[in-house]
């Protein structure tokens, strides 16, 4: 079984930041792309950034150059540094891991979301 717990959501005010975490867990033999998502209300779900296992990253215009994403092989965990917040980015934010569990195929698994808030 594959589990990703997500962590760091919460209520900021403009311009605030914050940090998610995603930390994958279980059996798991290989980990490859890894994505954060957002969903707002009465809204699709978007890509907001996604980062490769060698590191290389992608950004939706929207956050280029105030969200960072990065992850720590070593621990099958994945961040998102979040800064200059905008009312705007509020939404419930879900991590996206495509991975190889063992003993399974290669699938993608979701978090269980977390929701940041940006509000005065």
């Known amino acids: 079984q594959v589990q990703l717990v997500e962590s760091g959501g919460g209520l900021v005010q403009p311009g605030g930041s914050l940090r998610l975490s995603c930390a994958a867990s279980?059996?798991?033999?290989?980990?490859?792309?890894m994505g954060w998502y957002r969903q707002a209300p009465g809204k699709q779900r978007e890509l907001v950034a996604a980062?490769?296992?060698?590191?290389?990253?992608h950004y939706a215009d929207s956050v280029k150059g105030r969200f960072t994403i990065s992850r720590d092989n070593a621990k099958n965990t994945m961040y998102l540094q979040m800064n200059s917040l905008k009312p705007e980015d509020t939404a419930v934010y879900y991590c996206?891991?495509?991975?190889?569990?063992?003993?399974?195929?290669?699938?993608?698994?979701w978090g269980q979301g977390t929701q940041v808030t940006v509000s005065s």
């Open positions: 996206n891991v495509d991975l190889l569990g063992v003993g399974t195929l290669r699938d993608d698994y």
């Open positions: 279980g059996s798991i033999f290989s980990i490859y792309a």
């Open positions: 980062i490769t296992k060698s590191g290389s990253t």
